[in-house]
């Protein structure tokens, strides 16, 4: 008699492999994140204090080689510079789910692929409802279609809660797919014009990276040169620069060669993870966050068509968008929902997922290129449709946080103290010996405290009878 098949899990803990990953990648996006959220946080208090002035002449000190198309402002060479490390490490992110992680697989993938798709979608069409209704600019109709991982980790760090991996990794993935969606958005729709003799160097260049990569020779002092070559010619070529990040990124191999630890992605990532997430993001929020919050400003972000459709794109569209894609793929696919989790977590991650921070205020800047009194506006709206979406986020979050709390405690326990969590060993007969052999060892001890302590008890009686 044939079995029935084994229906597909939504939310399912993560395996360990990917765990470990997860858990290296998060802690420094964690730490990444409080960065951005102090950097955001300075950009905010220069752009509105007696400093304003100092702040916006040295965001906008330009210099750099004119001959090469590189005389760029500060904030230039942070957005189209600094932020190509941050979309390098989100294409070696993306190449190694592919390949090596939980989108490598179409039936796990399809999942948190719709619940990102949807997630993208909505926040579009919302922007554009709201911004057709109000006779505004349908230019910024990518602006809320982001999720910003770093400053979400953040806030989930300032709330002190402990999401369990399931979540967390569901909150990767869709932040992984949502940068994908930035990149093709940026490539295609805020590419003007095209130099195509810098384009085919950029191409050649790229194509001399990948025959380095594939014949194994190492040397940074080879790679790095390169890549600046590569970047500076796809800046020439009139696509945004950080498309080549992306590019090298995902060039890199995830299958690790025999002999080999680690992959060549993850050791590369590693290495670069810590300066997109502790440099490189956060001088980005300095120099792009830095916009007036006066209560005139405010109120233009809640009435003007463009910023109220980013505010809701980012609030109402995200939530609707990750969720409703999520409940929909699970029905149609008849997935379990892990049975340790509900619904209504899914609900508080979809709107911890209208955080849209840095990509955000990125696409922003390119969406009104001839208007910069819009731009600010709609960076103003970011900021504070991220900012409502966190708060929001922190109550749901909160509300579930003992149970989110004893769930995290039983998948990090490790009582036989080897590395690796009890949760990920239950199947393993070694690990029952050495428990076994554990509670066989506390008992023991137990019963030789229980006795030493009514041996101690008695004599103190005996000898008080005789002092007596």
């Known amino acids: 008699m044939s079995s029935a098949p084994r229906r597909p899990s939504f939310l399912k803990r993560p395996s360990l492999t990917e765990r470990n990953v997860l858990v290296d990648a998060l802690r420094t996006e964690t730490v990444g994140g409080v960065l951005l959220l102090v950097a955001a946080t300075a950009a905010l208090v220069l752009a509105n204090s007696p400093l304003s002035g100092l702040y916006e002449g040295v965001r906008d000190f330009t210099f750099g080689p004119a001959s090469l198309h590189l005389d760029l402002s500060v904030a ?19 190449k190694r789910e592919l390949v090596a992680g939980e989108l490598r697989s179409p039936s796990a993938a399809a999942l948190p692929i719709v619940a990102a798709v949807c997630g993208m979608a909505v926040p579009a069409l919302v922007y554009a409802a709201t911004a057709s209704a109000g006779g505004g600019s349908l230019a910024g109709w990518a602006v809320p279609t982001a999720t910003d991982i770093a400053f979400a980790l953040a806030v989930l760090a300032v709330i002190g809660t402990n999401l369990p991996s399931a979540l967390r990794a569901f909150l990767l993935t869709l932040a992984i797919v949502d940068d994908l ?29 990948w025959f380095l990569l594939r014949r194994r020779v190492g040397g940074w002092y080879l790679y790095v040169p390169l890549a600046l070559v590569i970047w500076a010619l796809t800046h020439a070529s009139g696509v945004h620069a950080t498309v080549a990040g992306v590019a090298m990124g995902m060039m890199l191999r995830c299958v690790p060669d025999k002999g080999e630890k680690t992959s060549q992605a993850e050791h590369v990532e590693h290495l670069v993870r810590p300066l997109s ?53 699970a029905r149609f696919t008849r997935a379990e929902l892990n049975p340790d989790l509900r619904w209504a977590d899914v609900f508080a991650v979809s709107v911890l997922a209208g955080i849209g921070f840095t990509v955000s205020l990125l696409i922003g800047e390119l969406a009104f290129p001839g208007d910069p009194a819009t731009a600010e506006r709609v960076k103003a709206a970011v900021l504070v449709g991220s900012l409502v979406a966190a708060l929001l986020a922190g109550v749901l979050l909160k509300v579930r946080d003992a149970k989110y709390r004893r769930l995290y405690e039983a998948e990090e326990r490790d009582e036989d103290q080897d590395g690796i969590p009890d949760v990920y060993e239950e199947d393993n007969p070694d690990y029952h010996l050495r428990m076994a052999k554990i509670l066989e060892a506390k008992a023991a001890e137990h019963r030789r405290s229980a006795k030493s302590t009514r041996g101690g008890g008695r004599g103190g009686e005996d000898s008080g009878m005789i002092g007596g």
Request: net charge negative.
């Open 76 to 94: 230039s060479w942070a957005k189209d510079g600094l932020l190509t490390i941050f979309f390098f490490v989100a294409g070696v992110e993306l």
């Open 181 to 209: 969606g930035a990149i093709l958005i940026i490539a295609v729709f805020f590419t003007s014009s095209l130099n195509f003799a810098a384009l085919g160097g950029a191409v050649a260049g790229l194509a001399l990276f």
């Open 277 to 329: 997430a502790g440099v490189a993001v956060p001088v980005f929020a300095l120099f792009a966050a830095g916009v007036s919050v006066s209560g005139s400003a405010l109120t233009e972000v809640l009435t003007g068509p463009e910023t109220l459709g980013v505010v809701l794109g980012l609030v109402v569209g995200k939530t609707v968008g990750v969720f409703g894609g999520s409940w929909l793929a």
